[in-house]
Each structure stands twice: as structure tokens, then as C-alpha cells.
């Protein structure tokens, strides 16, 4: 059984960084997808980025494009969000999550296995 855990949310001031970790554990298979969502009380789950397990393509949500981006310590089977220049809009609950297709989506039902979220807040 995929168990996801993420952690390093918190509160920030904006224009500051944040960095979120998602550890994987069980069998995950070089072709798996792995995606990063976002929640904000009363909004609908949105989609940040989404990536082949090994790495390969990436895409970025048009609203984080050019801020976030992800990078991966295959050993210890962690991925990284990395955030730069928070706004107060990237306010949410984030998850990680993963998906057996080697389809990268952004549609949240393809992903089988998430992560109970990590909080994060951008003060403005």
C-alpha cells in the first residue's frame, strides 16, 4: 500500500519561500505520476503541477508557473515543492498525490493516493 505524507507548510509572509516535502512509501513503479493539488476553504481542489515519477513531463498550473517548482531525492522516494514569491492567493491546504497512470493530468479523480495535506498561509 502508496502511503504519502507531506510536510513543511506554514505561515509566510508574501514574496517569502516555502519548501514542501511529500515522502512515498510502499512500491511505486518508475511509471507512476505524481501531482501536487491545492485546496482553499470553500474552493474547489485545484491542480499546482504534475510529473512522471522519474522526472519527465513536467507542467506547472499557469497560476504557479514560473514560481514553484519540483525536484526529487529518488533515494529517500521524497519530491519537493519548491515556492518562491507567495502571494496571499496560493493560501490553501496542499496535497500530494499519485497516480498509476504514466499520464501526467491535472485532474484530481486520476489520482489514486494522497496525502492528508500540509497547510500553507501567505500573509500579505
Known amino acids: 500500500q502508496v502511503q504519502l505524507v507531506e510536510s513543511g507548510g506554514g505561515l509566510v509572509q508574501a514574496g517569502g519561500p516555502l519548501r514542501l516535502s511529500c515522502a512515498a512509501s510502499g512500491r511505486i513503479f518508475n511509471t507512476y505520476t505524481m501531482g501536487w493539488f491545492r485546496q482553499a476553504p470553500g474552493k474547489e481542489r485545484e491542480f499546482v503541477t504534475t510529473?512522471?515519477?522519474?522526472?519527465?513531463?513536467?507542467h506547472y498550473a499557469d497560476s504557479v508557473k514560473g514560481r514553484f517548482t519540483i525536484s526529487r531525492d529518488n533515494a529517500n522516494k521524497t519530491v519537493y515543492l519548491h515556492m518562491n514569491n507567495l502571494k496571499p492567493e496560493d493560501t490553501a491546504n496542499y496535497y500530494c498525490a499519485l497516480s498509476i497512470s504514466s499520464v501526467p493530468s491535472s485532474d484530481y479523480a486520476r489520482y489514486r493516493f494522497w496525502g492528508q495535506g500540509t497547510q500553507v498561509t501567505v500573509s500579505s
Open positions: 510529473f512522471g515519477w522519474r522526472g519527465n513531463n513536467t
